[in-house]
């Protein structure tokens, strides 16, 4: 799987997020977005991670970006992880993998000495024409927001 670079389109996408609102890439038509994917909800590094981006939520919206958490959970458990910890964005429910797909970040992992298949943490910055601006595939998880703030444009 090819996983989307700078300068790809995104292709068009939908999904339910964790209040079964129907989220479509075309909703941030003209819109700077960022998405971020995640392995599995409430574990210490995903919620690390979302924690840091819902701590700097401000900061990005100040700069003009929408924010969207993407992983393979279901709605229930997404909706459990954003209720426990008071997420001010849309995290999507990807059970079918398509957007996974689209983005092109499943793939070969390795825990604890064991090979898995899985989804690779990745964050994409996507402008206001749906073209990816950046991409961020060594995701500090305790301080991502600066990774993600660290040169966007304004």
């Given at each position: 799987?090819?996983?989307?670079k700078v300068g790809d389109?995104?292709?068009?996408?939908?999904?339910?997020?964790?209040?079964?609102?129907?989220?479509?890439?075309?909703?941030?038509?003209?819109?700077?977005?960022?998405?971020?994917?995640?392995?599995r909800a409430n574990t210490?590094?995903?919620?690390?991670?979302?924690?840091?981006?819902?701590?700097?939520?401000?900061?990005?919206?100040?700069?003009?970006?929408?924010?969207?958490?993407?992983?393979?959970?279901?709605?229930?458990?997404?909706?459990?992880?954003?209720?426990?910890?008071n997420f001010p964005f849309?995290?999507?429910?990807?059970?079918?993998?398509?957007?996974?797909?689209?983005?092109?970040?499943?793939?070969?992992?390795?825990?604890?000495?064991?090979?898995?298949?899985?989804?690779?943490?990745?964050?994409?910055?996507?402008?206001?024409?749906?073209?990816?601006?950046?991409?961020?595939?060594?995701?500090?998880?305790?301080?991502?927001?600066?990774?993600?703030?660290?040169?966007?444009?304004?």
């Open positions: 799987m090819n996983i989307l389109k995104v292709s068009d996408f939908s999904s339910l997020d964790q209040h079964s609102n129907t989220i479509k890439l075309t909703d941030f038509s003209g819109k700077k977005l960022i998405v971020f994917f995640y392995p210490p590094g995903c919620t690390a991670q979302a924690c840091n981006l819902r701590d700097s939520y401000g900061d990005l919206i100040s700069k003009g970006y929408s924010l969207l958490g993407v992983s393979a959970d279901s709605i229930k458990n997404q909706k459990s992880f954003s209720d426990k910890f849309s995290l999507l429910s990807d059970t079918d993998h398509k957007i996974i797909n689209i983005f092109g970040v499943w793939g070969p992992k390795k825990f604890r000495g064991k090979e898995y298949e899985g989804i690779n943490r990745t964050t994409f910055v996507i402008n206001e024409n749906g073209f990816v601006d950046r991409v961020i595939d060594k995701v500090k998880t305790k301080d991502h927001a600066s990774q993600i703030l660290e040169n966007l444009s304004i």
